[in-house]
Structure formats: C-alpha cells, structure tokens
C-alpha cells in the first residue's frame, strides 16, 4: 500500500499536501475514462438498432399508435384512467427494443461483459455440509442411522457397535466425542477407504465423507465433506468462463426482464454456484435430515475454490478481477479479509450478493486460494506427490474447515431460532384465535421442541468454544484489514466474536422462548376454558332440544284414547 506523500522539498510553501492514494486511484480512474469512446459506442449501436417508434419493426407499430394517442388531439377525448393504461402498454414495448440493443453492443467491453482475465480459471475440490440434531431430533438421526447403512462394513472390522448403538451412547455420556460414521463413494470409483460403501451418486460427487460429532449429551453434529468429482470441479468455472449473451425474461403483461451479457453472466455463475449448494444439501436432507433441512436457508455449507492466477491472499482485488470475483459472489464483506493459520495460503469469504439473482447464496462461506500458494504452504505426508490435485488439497484442510464450519452452524442455528420466533409472533393473533383439540396439541409440540432444545443447545454448545478438542481440532481466524485499503480497519478474533454472539443470541432467545411460552400458556388456558364453555352451551342446548323431542313424541304417541295421535286418526275417519 503507497504511502501518504508530504509536502515536495523544495517547492512552494503553500503547496497543498498530496492526495491519499485512495483518492489518486479515484482521480486516476475518472482521468481513464474515455468518454468519447462512449460517445461513439452509444452511436453506434443506436444506428444499428435505432430507437423504439422510428421504424416500422413489428413492436414499433403498436408503440406509435399508443403514443399517437396519448399525444395528439384524441388525447382530449380519452379518461385519464385509459391513457395511464395506454402509457403502461408503451413501458411494456420498450424492452424489445432495448434487447436488440444489447444484442449488438461490442464483446471487449467490459460494462456490458463479464471479461476473465485471459488464463484465469477456477476449480472447487470439495463442499462440506453440516446437519444439527437436538433432543426434538433425535429420533429422526437414529432412523437415519439404521437406514442407511453407512457402518455395514465397518461392522466386520470393528466391535464398538453400529453408528446407532454409538450415538446412543455418547449421548448417554459414555461414547465418543468424534467418530467417522461412514464413506459413500461411487460405484466406478477406483481406490476408497476400505469400510466404505458404493452407491449411486449425483454426478458432480466422487465421495462424500460423514463424521459425527457429540457437543455435551444434547447436540450430535453430523457433517458431510462431499469429494467433487471431474464434472463437479469444472462446472462452476465452465459457467463463469462461458460467453453469455444479453437474456429476455417474459413476465406476461407485465414489462419484461432484460439483462445485458454481464448481468446475465453472473447471473448464470452465481445461479450455478447455488445448484451445487442445492445438490449437496438435498443428498444429505434426504439421507440424514435434521434442524437445518426443515429450514427455509437449509443446512449451513462452505465450499473450496483454487483459482488458477489470482491470489486472495496475498494480492488486493484489482478492477479486472472486481467483476469476476463479484460473479462468483467471493468477494468477502469489502471491509476484512479472514485468514488462519489452520488454513494456510487461503482466505474464508462470506459468500456476497450483488442483486442480480432472484436466489441468493445463504447459509454460505467459501474458502478460496491461488493454487500454487495452497500447494507450497500445505505439503503434509500421506497424501502422495506433487503436483496435487485440488480434491486432495481439499482433503488436506479438511478438519480446519469442518471446525470452521461447526461454529458457523451454531450461530446460524440462533439465527433460524429467532427467524421462527418472530414468524410465530407475528402470526400468534391468527394461529391462537381458536383454541381446540388440535390447536393445543400443535401448541403441545410447539413449545415442548422449542424448550426442550434451546437450553440443551446454549449448554452444550458452549463446548466448542470452552472444549474445542471435542470437534477434533481448533480453529484460529482473524479479521484483518482489506489489502490495498488506505485505511484498513482494526483486525479481531472472529471465532472469540462468534462465541459473544452466541452467547448474546442465546441469552435472548432464552429469554423470548420464557415470555412466549408463558403468555401463550395463559392464552391457551383461557382459550380451554372459553371452549369448555361453548361445549356446555351446546350440551345444554342439545338436552333441551332432546327435552322437547320427547314431550313431542308423549304427546302424539301416548298409551290411551286420549292421545293426540288418537283424536287425529279418530278426526280424519269422519
């Protein structure tokens, strides 16, 4: 980072101090800006697709028959009401021409296309996946465990009992505190742990890797480190490489969508980006489902990208890399960069949004690198010669990253928590208007799983961070300032920050759940009382109307001469 420069020596006394470098490179990006050569490119096009309404295109001849209207004499004659309506009908034509236009516009310019610096590329060798079970899901882990097998050949090699059995008990507080509960890998895969099982896999997956976790005797962590395979690891970069041309999203009456190259590029990169994410997250919600899979931002994912020339972490971002990483949403927070010694030559981002997509990345961090900085900075034994393949460099960081990704969890649990709180907030007036049968039992299950997990969960989960050998390794990241920020922020301790939230999350929702739940305890009591009201009105009124029916039917059917029915029949015969 240049340095602030002082006054020049021997210049004139009131000479001003120069620019800080942030506003050299601001004075110098305006000085670059050709503004002629804008000029001309915006005339160009306009004379190869000329304006809407000036020729006769199939959507010119609508357009002026409309603006002939609103703007001539008629006008006088038509409600205000139809020419707003006639002034929507000339928005709705616009983006066909405006589409044309971007058809044409040039290749090379980089406002109007996403341009990868020339030798750049991008592989990702892994994704790692968390799922988190608490008391409430227990049952659902166990099911799991026995229906998918993931110990059947491990059966033969060891006695400690199935995976099952070994929940079972570390949750008893007498099993494991981390154990490698099976390998799925896929059938034409040549060399495997030797208890793992073949299965059919989606076509992006090699392997995937499940480890258990046990937090205190209330919280089991299942993670998922999923191997990528050839198609897996090329596919997010075939995307982003990829020449895209400007897109037309037809929204029926409404004005249509028109995004140029640039805007559909990364689009497309950050839509392929959360494919993968969705493909990973759906094996394991399928397979092994807990808190996170009933959620609407789904199990909380991290995913390893090696780039081929650029390095995060040792290079700033320069402008011919802003739009590219920014499509691939691993721009990180734009005010730190996340280092750690546990992940060397690498840099963790938070997965960013730039609004280009409907479905944005949640529940996401990344972890992405130069690789021949991950290659030099992480030579370990056991993992064969170089050069490495970055589904083995991805191995390497394996137990940094799922350390990483565990405390991420956990807060992204209090998050999911609180989100379902202010949901059942919101819409308590609606759900408890009536109190029945089913709408106690619905509260029944409501609380008991909330109140159930949520001091289990502020227990046990204080473990990582009070015990971090209980998740297999430590985790060190620290926030350090954006390289090439002329004034770069005061670094911290990012995973000391995750245990304050956490603390201060679970304090409120702890706090929330007692109010809640007292309140709606009144409310539900009240409620039971109101409809055993309503229900004695209604015997009451039943046993009358049983009452009358009876004196009706003594009357007309009664033993003797005298009844109604008698003198009816006797009246009739005459």
């Given at each position: ?5 002082g ?27 050709d503004?002629q050569?804008?000029?001309d490119k ?7 697709v000329?304006s809407?309404?000036?020729?006769w295109?199939w ?7 409309l603006?002939w209207?609103?703007?001539s004499?008629?006008r006088?004659l ?11 009908a000339l ?11 971007l ?17 750049e590329?991008?592989k ?7 799922e988190f079970?608490p008391?409430s ?6 099911n799991?465990?026995?229906?998918n097998g993931w110990?059947?050949e ?5 006695q400690?009992?199935k ?6 008990s570390?949750?008893?507080?007498g099993g494991?505190?981390?154990s490698?509960i099976?390998t799925?890998?896929?059938p034409?895969r ?5 208890d793992?099982?073949r ?5 992006e997956?090699e392997?995937?890797e499940l480890?258990?976790t046990?937090?205190g ?5 299942v993670?998922?480190f999923v ?7 090329s ?6 490489t990829?020449?895209h041309?400007?897109t037309?999203?037809?929204?029926g009456?409404r004005?249509?969508?028109v995004?140029d190259?640039?805007?559909s590029a990364?689009?497309?990169t950050?839509a392929?980006?959360i ?5 990973a ?6 397979r092994c489902g807990g808190?996170?899979s ?5 199990q909380?994912?991290i995913?390893f990208?090696?780039f081929a020339s650029?390095?995060?972490?040792s290079?700033?971002?320069t402008?011919?890399y802003?739009d590219?990483?920014e499509?691939?949403?691993m ?15 690498a ?7 730039t609004?280009s ?11 992405i690198g130069?690789?021949d ?7 370990h034994?056991?993992?064969g010669e170089?050069?490495?393949?970055v589904?083995?460099?991805?191995a390497m960081l ?6 990483f990704?565990v405390r991420h969890?956990i ?7 609180a989100t379902g709180y ?5 819409m308590?007036r609606?759900?408890h ?11 029944r299950?409501?609380l008991?799983t909330?109140s159930?997990?949520l001091?289990v ?6 473990e990582?961070?009070?015990?971090p ?5 430590s ?5 350090v300032?954006r390289?090439?920020?002329p ?5 911290f ?8 939230n956490?603390?201060e999350?679970?304090?409120q ?5 007692s ?7 009144t ?5 039971a009382?109101a409809?055993?009201?309503?229900l ?5 009124l039943v046993a ?15 033993p003797g001469d005298?009844?109604?029915w008698?003198q009816?029949l006797e009246?009739?015969q005459?």
């Amino acid at each position: 980072m240049a340095e602030v420069e002082g006054l020049q020596s021997g210049g004139d006394d009131s000479s001003e101090p120069s620019k800080s470098t942030g506003e050299q490179e601001s004075t110098q990006r305006q000085a670059t800006v050709d503004t002629q050569a804008i000029h001309d490119k915006v005339k160009r096009i306009h004379e190869l697709v000329p304006s809407i309404g000036t020729r006769w295109r199939w959507y010119d001849i609508p357009y002026r028959a409309l603006w002939w209207l609103i703007t001539s004499w008629p006008r006088r004659l038509i409600p205000w009401q139809i020419r707003r309506s006639f002034n929507r009908a000339l928005n709705f034509f616009i983006p066909f021409n405006h589409f044309e236009r971007l058809k044409v516009a040039p290749l090379d310019d980089p406002m109007d296309n996403l341009l990868i610096p020339e030798g750049e590329s991008v592989k990702q060798g892994g994704i790692w996946i968390v799922e988190f079970f608490p008391p409430s899901y227990y049952p659902q882990l166990l099911n799991a465990l026995k229906k998918n097998g993931w110990d059947k050949e491990r059966n033969f090699l060891r006695q400690d009992g199935k995976n099952a059995e070994l929940v079972t008990s570390a949750r008893r507080g007498g099993g494991f505190s981390w154990s490698r509960i099976g390998t799925v890998a896929r059938p034409d895969r040549g060399f495997m742990p030797y208890d793992a099982i073949r299965e059919m896999l989606p076509e992006e997956f090699e392997e995937v890797e499940l480890t258990a976790t046990q937090l205190g005797q209330g919280l089991t962590v299942v993670t998922a480190f999923v191997s990528l395979s050839e198609i897996g690891q090329s596919s997010l970069n075939d995307v982003w490489t990829a020449q895209h041309e400007p897109t037309f999203e037809w929204r029926g009456f409404r004005r249509a969508g028109v995004q140029d190259r640039r805007s559909s590029a990364i689009r497309a990169t950050q839509a392929e980006r959360i494919r993968l994410h969705g493909v990973a997250r759906k094996w394991l919600g399928r397979r092994c489902g807990g808190f996170f899979s009933g959620t609407q931002a789904g199990q909380p994912i991290i995913d390893f990208s090696v780039f081929a020339s650029y390095d995060p972490a040792s290079d700033p971002i320069t402008p011919d890399y802003r739009d590219p990483i920014e499509a691939l949403a691993m721009g990180g927070d734009h005010l730190y960069d996340y280092v750690s010694p546990h992940i060397p030559g690498a840099v963790l981002v938070p997965a960013s949004y730039t609004g280009s997509i409907e479905k944005r990345l949640e529940n996401c961090w990344g972890v992405i690198g130069a690789y021949d900085r991950l290659s030099n900075e992480n030579e370990h034994s056991g993992y064969g010669e170089k050069p490495y393949a970055v589904t083995t460099l991805a191995a390497m960081l394996d137990d940094a990253i799922r350390s990483f990704l565990v405390r991420h969890a956990i807060l992204q649990y209090t998050r999911q928590v609180a989100t379902g709180y202010s949901v059942a907030r919101d819409m308590a007036r609606v759900n408890h208007r009536k109190f029945g049968t089913r709408q106690i039992e619905a509260l029944r299950r409501q609380l008991l799983t909330t109140s159930l997990d949520l001091p289990v969960m502020a227990r046990d989960s204080a473990e990582v961070w009070n015990k971090p050998w209980v998740s297999s390794d430590s985790i060190q990241v620290d926030a350090v300032g954006r390289k090439g920020d002329p004034r770069p922020l005061e670094g911290f301790d990012l995973i000391a920050r995750f245990g304050e939230n956490r603390e201060e999350q679970f304090r409120q929702l702890i706090e929330q759940d007692s109010d809640y739940r007292d309140v709606l305890s009144t409310v539900a009591s009240l409620g039971a009382s109101a409809e055993d009201t309503r229900l004695g009105r209604r015997a009451l009124l039943v046993a009358g109307v049983s009452l009358v029916v009876s004196l009706v039917t003594l009357l007309v059917t009664g033993p003797g001469d005298d009844s109604l029915w008698s003198q009816l029949l006797e009246y009739v015969q005459r």
